[in-house]
């Protein structure tokens, strides 16, 4: 899930307009980051019960 995806996400939840302001590059920037699940799936043996915005919402809904 990339940053973008999570804001789109986000802001489908609470229907909002989603608007990105993006910037130049800054010294330290990471410019491509892909993690990978596959060691923590292994290690818990159990995959995601919900997808992302069904455990977003239930997130919010618990913590409102």
Known sequence: V????LAE??????NLPCEMDYQLQRVG???HS???PDKL?????MPAMKNLKDGLTLTIQ???
């Open 34 to 36: 892909c993690g990978n």
């Open 9 to 14: 996400t986000m802001a489908e939840i609470y």
């Open 29 to 31: 920037d990471i410019r």
């Open 41 to 45: 799936l292994q290690a818990v043996s």
């Open 62 to 64: 618990a913590n409102s």
């Open 2 to 5: 990339s940053i973008k995806q």
